[in-house]
């Protein structure tokens, strides 16, 4: 019992608190961009404790948060996330005069993000995952002045109620059955009293909390919010909700199920098994309609949610394992993806339909050169860190002998190459004849260096993948430890 | 020295130097394409001096630990069935490195040639690879730049073509990616080790029903890219849409790798399985043999018609490994060879008429011999190649296959006989209609395809090879020989084949 041990919880709720007073406070000149780099410096020395505290677990308010090798490697995903997502608002047009609050509301929501994947009870789990809705509910919107951004606000907002709704009734089920509220201690009396596991009650909070986290994960079929909140909000936020949302509810995935109720996994791996094949099927189909990037990465980030669901429904560290590598690999291709939409974005109106690409690799090589690595590594081409995350997730499906599931993952991705492949066919294809030259505007340094960054990671992460293994086993052994 | 890790990242290096040159400077991306395609030659060059062609297993083996907690690495050598594709492989990209510098035209540049680098590259790792992983790493690799380039500057229908391209490729491959997660695991329950080494994987018994199962898998992604029929709905559009140049690779060294997989990772790693594959994809190859060579008869241009016979040439090459014959298995990997040597020279030959005529369709033209002599005496020994003519190279190979295909299945080479006939029905036509005849569709007597010293420098070299390996087959067969024993033998032992039939013994 040590409180001190939530530091990480407490820098990030301080340097929240202190953007919003800095949003009230009148900046001038260069200290317009003091919230922005406040908000930076808060996540590096975040990232740096969590790398300090690395090691055994450690807990605080009575077991209410864990802080050990899950929690604190999960939050290296949310922190990047979260930054790139600053980084990517950097000199946002759209969002001026809102960018201190912006900045706030994406720390905030980091906070809940953290929060979740480090909770060690049912209750923690869940102000966790509102603190991360609420805040993002807001960052839909925060464009007040564009219609689209508000109505994706509203329905993030609507679908997100429901998914709170129906998450905490599945709290209050599990927690009839066990008697308890602790994560550690749920596990504990499944294993250990008589007859628990034959509760029809336990399948019944299983299938209310599995909803529940499908919306966050935008699973089919709780997924239809997706495309249309995607396309409306502000394109970080989109990244955001991708990247740092999907992290925390996949989190939250293997807290509950690989983590808690391991016991009661005969109940649940068909059922989260059959989510991803339908996840994995539908979302890539859906994909293969859309003729706006910003759509179609809304897509693949539901079919992505159906790979990663892999690693849930094995029920086994491996799968575990595989998940965390793999979120690493699916936030920096989802980013640098996202960062080279926002500079097309900038330089031209409606520059997320797929016709605004044209050319785009040619006008602009490094950012062509970015955009077709994160592409081709969500399409799991190999030797990219996507193809190393699917090599691992459907290797721990056969594994766990769920072979049906790599298999559909396999045909699956054979159609997801054609949704991947058309951007790319078209940013290097040249301009028809006769149309105007790709318009170019000088590219927002920050933006850049995500995308940058994020290309760079999907070839050094399939390179040097061992060491990030490694990390990862210790993470998906901390899930299962009293 | 690694040299057979050198081989493979000097195109990788040269490929992302020319991508990163500015698309005016042409000259410097054609110095720079020359100089690695020569350099990666030499290279290979000397992987052949240093090869000990008593040796049955993979050697110069340059192996690094990639993610070991999965048993992955890079793991990559030659034995006697990589080693003249490699060296084929090397040879052809020289020469298309050559064509395409030679009509580089402005909106090709630096990145035409570099992504031809990294298809190179990428063929290269495929051959040597050991680690079933890095196979697969490179079976997707080398298809991204292929789908490219024929994005990017083929025919009217680039399009559609380079898209069925991908996705018949994919949806075998990824499969293939199943079958190699699923070898590497229960690989592992028999052994205790997690190791996807092709080497490791050839002594674990799987048991019938399994191994089928696993080749299967194998099987469809080989099928779709050797291709076999009915795979091979990507074929005649890639082919006729592809820039010419790129179907000259394409035909001559990417249809190898999935016979080349066939025999190297197939029948080695699962040979409990072969046995009950052995009639459908027999079948199959006949099917396409005749199918392809019918097809090529009827077609209405020239690069088509080439594009078929390849169909029909590829399915040869796969009888002559699935009969599980020493000396079929022999002639399919001395064919491998020949069919990527003749068909780039007959590419070669339809892209300088084109060239020289504006037209591909065999029946707008006719006469050339009288206004291009010189090509028409090369066109003519290209032709007798590659209907396999007594005396010339591909006679040999084919001669291997059909002896050792008699020797199992008599049947069998009465039916691929037919596709030996049929070669000569659609080559001749081939030959005679444009060569031959009342001179049309040219002026000049078609002096204009004459063959000049620019494709003289190409075609020479691929009949150079040709003569070579048509007088002395010897030569390569030394090399292949204990390997391909090695490849067929647990396959022959687990179908019960004669002992005097079997080279190796374990």
């Known amino acids: ?482 | 020295m690694p040299w057979v890790s050198i081989t493979i990242l000097i195109p990788l290096v040269a490929s992302v130097l020319l991508m990163l040159l500015p698309a005016a400077d042409r000259a410097r991306a054609r110095a720079l394409a020359l100089l690695a395609s020569v350099l990666t030659l030499a290279s290979s060059v000397v992987v052949l001096v240093l090869f000990d062609r008593n040796l049955a297993a993979l050697q110069q083996v340059d192996h690094l630990d990639w993610i070991p907690a999965i048993g992955v690495s890079w793991d990559v050598g030659v034995d006697g069935i990589s080693i003249w594709l490699v060296l084929l492989t090397t040879a052809i990209f020289t020469l298309g490195t050559i064509a395409a510098c030679q009509h580089l035209p402005e909106q090709r540049g630096p990145v035409f040639l570099g992504l031809i680098m990294l298809a190179q590259a990428g063929l290269l790792g495929l051959f040597t690879a050991g680690d079933l992983v890095l196979f697969y790493v490179f079976w997707e690799f080398m298809l991204i730049p292929f789908a490219l380039l024929i994005w990017n500057w083929g025919g009217a229908d680039r399009r559609g073509a380079g898209m069925i391209f991908v996705v018949y490729t994919m949806v075998g491959s990824l499969l293939m990616l199943v079958a190699i997660v699923a070898t590497g695991l229960l690989a592992m329950d028999a052994t205790g080790d997690l190791s996807f080494l092709i080497r490791d994987l050839q002594g674990v018994a799987f048991g019938e029903a399994t191994a089928t199962v696993l080749l299967a898998g194998f099987l469809l992604a080989f099928a779709i890219k050797i291709p076999l029929w009915p795979f091979h709905g990507w074929l005649p559009r890639a082919y006729s849409q592809a820039p010419i140049v790129v179907t000259i690779l394409l035909a001559a060294v990417m249809s190898k790798a999935g016979v080349y997989g066939l025999l190297r990772v197939g029948l080695p790693v699962f040979p409990e399985g072969v046995g009950n594959l052995i009639m459908p994809v027999a079948i199959l190859a006949l099917i396409g043999i005749i199918y392809g060579s019918l097809l090529a008869w009827r077609a209405p241009t020239m690069r088509l018609l080439v594009g078929y016979s390849s169909l029909a040439h590829l399915g040869f090459i796969v009888l002559g490994i699935i009969v599980i014959d020493r000396m079929a298995a022999q002639g399919a990997v001395l064919q491998m060879v020949n069919h990527g040597i003749v068909v780039a020279a007959a590419f070669a030959v339809v892209m300088m008429l084109a060239r020289g005529t504006g037209t591909e369709d065999m029946d707008r033209l006719g006469g050339l011999a009288k206004g291009a002599p010189r090509l028409a005496v090369a066109f003519l020994f290209v032709t007798m190649a590659a209907l396999a003519l007594p005396g010339s190279n591909a006679f040999v190979g084919e001669f291997f296959i059909l002896a050792g295909v008699f020797n199992q299945y008599a049947w069998m080479a009465v039916i691929a006989m037919l596709g030996v006939v049929l070669a000569a029905v659609y080559m001749l036509r081939m030959y005679q209609s444009t060569m031959n005849g009342p001179v049309r569709g040219v002026r000049d007597d078609g002096r204009g395809a004459e063959m000049r010293a620019r494709d003289a420098i190409i075609l020479v070299p691929l009949i150079l090879m040709m003569l070579w390996i048509a007088v002395w087959p010897g030569s390569l067969v030394d090399y292949t020989q204990a390997s391909t024993d090695a490849a067929v033998a647990p396959a022959q032992i687990a179908e019960a084949r004669p002992v005097e039939q079997i080279g190796v013994t374990r």
């Open chain 1, 1 to 482: 019992m040590n409180a001190g041990a939530a530091l990480t919880l407490y820098v990030m709720a301080a340097v929240t608190v202190l953007v919003f007073v800095l949003a009230v406070t009148p900046l001038r000149g260069r200290m317009r961009r003091l919230p922005e780099l406040v908000g930076l410096a808060g996540l590096v020395a975040t990232a740096g404790i969590a790398v300090a505290q690395w090691g055994e677990r450690q807990v605080a308010f009575a077991g209410e948060v864990r802080i050990d090798r899950f929690g604190l490697l999960m939050t290296w995903v949310i922190l990047i996330a979260a930054a790139a997502t600053i980084l990517l608002a950097w000199g946002e047009p759209a969002a001026a005069g809102r960018r201190p609050e912006f900045t706030g509301l994406v720390l905030s929501a980091a906070t809940g993000m953290m929060l979740t994947v480090m909770s060690g009870d049912l209750i923690t789990l869940f102000i966790g995952i509102e603190l991360l809705s609420v805040a993002l509910y807001i960052l839909c919107a925060v464009e007040v002045a564009r219609e689209r951004s508000l109505e994706s606000g509203i329905k993030y907002l609507i679908t997100g109620s429901i998914g709170t709704a129906i998450l905490i009734y599945g709290f209050a089920l599990l927690y009839g059955v066990t008697g308890t509220t602790s994560l550690a201690g749920i596990a504990e009396r499944l294993g250990s009293v008589d007859g628990l596991l034959d509760q029809p009650l336990l399948v019944a909070a299983i299938a209310l909390i599995v909803v529940a986290l499908g919306f966050k994960a935008s699973a089919v079929p709780f997924h239809m919010w997706t495309p249309d909140v995607y396309q409306g909000a502000p394109t970080p936020v989109a990244a955001f909700m991708g990247t740092g949302t999907k992290a925390a509810a996949m989190g939250a995935f293997l807290l509950l199920f690989t983590g808690a109720t391991q016991q009661a996994s005969g109940d649940w791996r068909g059922l989260i098994g059959a989510l991803a094949v339908v996840t994995m099927v539908v979302g890539n189909v859906g994909a293969l309609l859309q003729d706006n990037v910003k759509r179609m990465l809304a897509w693949s980030s539901i079919a992505q949610a159906g790979y990663l669901l892999i690693g849930v429904a094995v029920g086994t560290l491996a799968g575990a394992e595989s998940l965390i590598y793999y979120l690493f690999a699916y936030v920096a291709m989802t980013l640098a993806a996202f960062a080279v939409v926002i500079l097309r974005e900038r330089e031209v109106e409606d520059g997320d339909r797929l016709s605004a690409f044209t050319g785009y690799g040619r006008a602009r090589p490094w950012a062509g050169v970015a955009m077709t690595l994160a592409l081709l590594s969500l399409a799991g081409f190999p030797p990219l860190a996507g193809f190393v995350g699917k090599f691992l997730l459907f290797g721990s499906a056969v594994d766990a002998d769920m072979a049906w599931l790599a298999i559909v993952g396999a045909v699956a991705s054979a159609v997801s190459v054609v949704y991947y492949l058309r951007v790319v066919i078209a940013m290097w294809s040249p301009q028809a004849d006769g149309a105007p030259a790709v318009r170019r505007l000088k590219v927002p340094t920050p933006v850049a260096a995500v995308a940058v960054a994020g290309a760079v990671a999907v070839v050094g992460l399939a390179i040097w993948a061992q060491p990030l293994l490694d990390l990862c086993a210790g993470a998906a052994r901390a899930l299962i430890l009293p």
